[in-house]
C-alpha cells in the first residue's frame, strides 16, 4: 500500500502561483511514476502532468503546458506541482496518484490521494 497526502491548495487571484506537495509512504516512492490530476465541478477527472519514477521524464495536459512544472524529491517521498499563471478554468480539486504501469498518465493508477482545493478567482 502506498499513501498519498496532498496539500497546498487555496484561493489565488487569478495570474497567481500555488505550488501542490504530495507525501507518499508506504512502499518505495521510486517504484513509481506520479501523476497530477483535477477534477472541477461538474466534469471528470482529468490528467494534469506526470513525471518518471527518475524524474528524468515528464508529461503535461495541452492546457497547462508553459505554466505548470512537475518535480519530485525521492529523498523525501515528496512530489510537487508549482502552477504559475493561475486562470479560473483551473479552478478544481487536485489529486495526486501514484502508478507502477501507466506511468501516472491515465486514470488507471494504483494509488490516489484524497484531493486538495484550488480556487482561482477572476
Known amino acids: 500500500q502506498v499513501q498519498l497526502v496532498e496539500s497546498g491548495g487555496g484561493l489565488v487571484q487569478a495570474g497567481g502561483s500555488l505550488r501542490l506537495s504530495c507525501v507518499a509512504s508506504g512502499r518505495t516512492f521510486n517504484n513509481y511514476a506520479m501523476g497530477w490530476f483535477r477534477q472541477a465541478p461538474g466534469k471528470e477527472r482529468e490528467f494534469v502532468a506526470a513525471i518518471s519514477w527518475s524524474g528524468g521524464t515528464t508529461y503535461y495536459a495541452d492546457s497547462v503546458k508553459g505554466r505548470f512544472t512537475i518535480s519530485r524529491d525521492n529523498a523525501k517521498n515528496t512530489v510537487y506541482l508549482q502552477m504559475n499563471s493561475l486562470q479560473p478554468e483551473d479552478t478544481a480539486v487536485y489529486y495526486c496518484?501514484?502508478?507502477?504501469?501507466?506511468?501516472?498518465?491515465?486514470?488507471?493508477?494504483?494509488?490516489w490521494g484524497q484531493g486538495t482545493q484550488v480556487t482561482v478567482s477572476s
Open positions: 496518484a501514484a502508478d507502477s504501469l501507466f506511468g501516472a498518465t491515465t486514470l488507471r493508477n494504483d494509488y
